[in-house]
């Protein structure tokens, strides 16, 4: 099929994690690239300086950082997907009412 992405198998090296492969689609390989970059960019700060973390603790505190913004994006996008719901169901109370 012609409009089907191509695939590449990218390495993926973070902190001293050992370096494996994933197909990721070709429009989204310079995504991926960016996100791993940004990963071990914060690994590194927590790696270097004078409260230096190992190299797995770093990572496991990058880790943390990125799953609660997660879990806060999510949580905010559910809380406003429910006020959204909830006045959509007062208008349809009010139009039903004013026939």
Do not use: W
Not at 2 to 26: C, G, S, W, Y
Not at 39 to 62: C, E, H, M, Q, W
Not at 75 to 86: F, G, T
Request: cysteine-free; hydrophobic content about 40%; glycine content about 2%.
């Amino acid at each position: 099929m012609m409009n089907q992405q191509k695939e590449h198998r990218i390495t993926i090296k973070i902190a001293d994690a050992d370096a494996f492969k994933l197909p990721v689609r070709e429009d989204e390989e310079s995504f991926y690239r960016h996100v791993i970059e940004q990963i071990n960019s914060n690994v590194n700060r927590f790696r270097f300086g004078a409260n230096a973390d190992t190299p797995s603790v770093a990572l496991a505190k990058v880790t943390l950082y990125y799953a609660t913004m997660l879990y806060r994006q999510t949580n905010l996008i559910n809380n406003q997907a429910e006020m959204l719901q909830s006045f959509e169901e007062r208008i349809d109370k009010l139009l039903e009412g004013s026939d």
